[in-house]
Structures are given as C-alpha cells and as structure tokens.
C-alpha cells in the first residue's frame, strides 16, 4: 500500500513544486515595492 500511496502523490507534489515560483512572483507583485516608488504626504502646487 506505502508505493501505491507514493506513487499518487507525485502529480500533486509535482503541480506544487511547479506552482511555487509563481506563487513567489504573485506575493511579490502584490506586496512588493510600487513601480511608482513611495507616495509622500506632502500636496504639491
């Protein structure tokens, strides 16, 4: 039963070990630095 058990979990473990680096991107994107560089408080006239 253990090799069966292995052997059905590579696709999953597989989809995961593929998926990673674009999770990393997807966090990164999100909460990462503004491609507008940081906003200031101050009012420009």
């Known amino acids: 039963m253990v090799p069966i058990g292995l052997v059905a979990s590579v696709p999953s473990l597989l989809f ?23 906003q200031s408080d101050e009012i420009i006239m």
Request: charged content about 10%.
């Open 16 to 38: 995961a070990f593929l998926q990673f680096p674009l999770l990393v991107e997807l966090l990164f994107s999100t909460f990462g630095p503004s491609i507008f560089g940081k």
